[in-house]
């Protein structure tokens, strides 16, 4: 499977990325989906210093990874999606590319009426809630996994009570 992992944490090339998932994986691609990022040569900027030489980065709109998914062999290929919030993953689904899973990192607190989902750090605003919803009645699995050692906590129930 040449899309190994959709990941969603609001930090998107950090230290845990690199030392973690890009070993665990043994990525040779990190496709960072993101619509506003993708016109932000600033921010690209800076993400691609902090991704190290060996991985290829890339940016592109929810729309054109959808599209270049679709039509695009990416065989041989270990790829990871990276967004810092659910939307991107939803535009891709509602532009006819569903991903299987997603699985859910950090997600800092930036306001009071966020709710915390599991143990760890990551807190969903309401929108996110509805965006995971939404997505899932496409058929998307979505888990919590902080790390490559965590086992993945499915998240239905979380979703089925907010």
């Known amino acids: 499977m040449p899309i190994v992992d959709v990941r969603l944490d ?3 090339i950090h230290g845990q990325v690199c030392g973690y998932w890009i070993p ?11 619509d506003d990022i993708v016109h932000d040569s600033m921010r690209k900027s800076a993400l691609r210093f902090g991704c190290p030489q060996k991985v290829k980065l890339t940016f592109h709109s929810a729309k ?3 599209e270049l998914l679709l039509r695009t062999d990416v065989a041989g290929k270990n790829i990871m999606l990276l ?5 991107p993953i939803l535009k891709m689904a509602e532009c006819g590319y569903v991903v299987p899973q997603v699985t859910i990192g950090n997600i800092s607190p930036v306001k009071n009426d966020q709710v915390h989902v599991g ?16 997505l899932m009645e496409f058929g998307t699995k979505v888990v919590l996994r902080e790390t490559p050692t965590d086992v993945p906590q ?3 129930n979380f979703f089925a009570m907010h």
């Open 10 to 12: 609001d930090r998107l």
């Open 24 to 34: 665990f994986y043994a990525l040779n691609q990190i496709v960072i989906v993101d």
């Open 64 to 66: 054109k990874t959808a």
């Open 83 to 87: 967004c810092n919030k659910p939307k």
């Open 119 to 134: 143990t760890g750090t990551t807190y969903m605003t309401q929108e996110m809630i509805s965006d995971f919803k939404k």
């Open 154 to 156: 499915d998240l239905t």
